[in-house]
């Protein structure tokens, strides 16, 4: 059948049914659709989503020490760097004081 249909390749399945039949092969269109989809020794592709047993796996409590994390108080230089473009863009460091005040302002009324 895959002989046949690479031999035939603008033939499509009803017809390749047709031919075989002619020359006095049992085929039904099933096979035919099977032998059609890909090679015989392909193999499956992976299933999607998370493998079974992944979820809700507990840590284990002696774990290596670890450099501690940054808090989100403590200022890193991307933030220094941030702020002082701010104040620049701003005029001077009282008018972008009170554009945060401003800002403080508004978002009280908004979020109420």
């Known amino acids: 059948m ?3 249909a690479a031999n035939n390749p603008t033939l499509k399945a009803s017809e ?3 031919e075989l ?7 039904y ?4 659709s099977q ?3 890909g090679p015989a020794d392909k193999k499956p592709g992976k299933k999607r989503g998370r493998k079974p047993g992944t979820k809700n796996k507990v840590v284990a409590a002696a774990r290596t020490a670890k450099s501690p994390k940054a808090a989100p108080t403590d200022t ?3 933030n220094l760097k941030a702020a002082a473009d701010f104040i620049r863009s701003s005029g001077s460091a009282e008018s ?3 554009a945060i005040r401003d800002y403080q ?3 009280a009324l908004v979020n109420g």
């Open 2 to 4: 895959r002989d046949f």
């Open 35 to 37: 032998a059609l989809r």
């Open 29 to 32: 269109p099933a096979l035919v």
């Open 76 to 78: 890193s230089f991307g």
């Open 105 to 107: 302002k508004i978002a």
């Open 96 to 98: 972008a004081l009170q």
């Open 16 to 18: 390749i049914i047709r």
């Open 21 to 27: 039949t002619a020359q006095g092969h049992k085929v």
